[in-house]
């Protein structure tokens, strides 16, 4: 039989109708790709800033997310449970979390945490959870990390 269907041999008998299938065969292939439908799955509205606030107990985590979030809100809290949300411009939102001094906590929040907000108390100095904290953010790559010394 002189002519095979097959497409890993192709019959010498014809060579005239294989170089006139071989540029139709890649055409269709070139424009399949070009039919693909592309599916847009941008967001709307990029997702929120996520700001943690970190530091050991009794140093004022509370009272900076309560000022924070009056300055962006001009609304008081008197207790806050959970992140909070608030709209900080046109297109930019913040998440605030306060984080609890247990090393577990730390590690989550050093890997979705935007930015760190780690609060030192004067009075005791830098204790071992503020080394800790740095060292797993910096495993991590946590970008920005901003001490604020209380005293």
Known sequence: ????????????????????????????????????????RTPLEPPPVIVAVVGGPRVGKSTLMRCLIKNYTNQRFSEITGPITVVA?????????????????????????????????????????IFEFLEICRAHGTPRVMGIVIF
């Open 89 to 129: 411009g046109k297109k930019r939102r913040l998440t605030f979390i306060e984080v609890n001094n247990d090393i577990n906590c730390m590690i989550d929040i050093a890997k979705v945490a935007d930015i760190v907000l780690m609060l030192i108390d004067a009075t005791f100095g830098i204790e071992m959870e």
């Open 1 to 40: 039989m002189p002519w095979k269907t097959d497409k890993l041999s192709v019959s010498t008998d014809f060579p005239d109708t294989v170089a006139l299938l071989l540029p139709v065969q890649s055409q269709d292939i070139k424009s399949k790709k070009h039919h693909i439908p592309v599916v847009d």
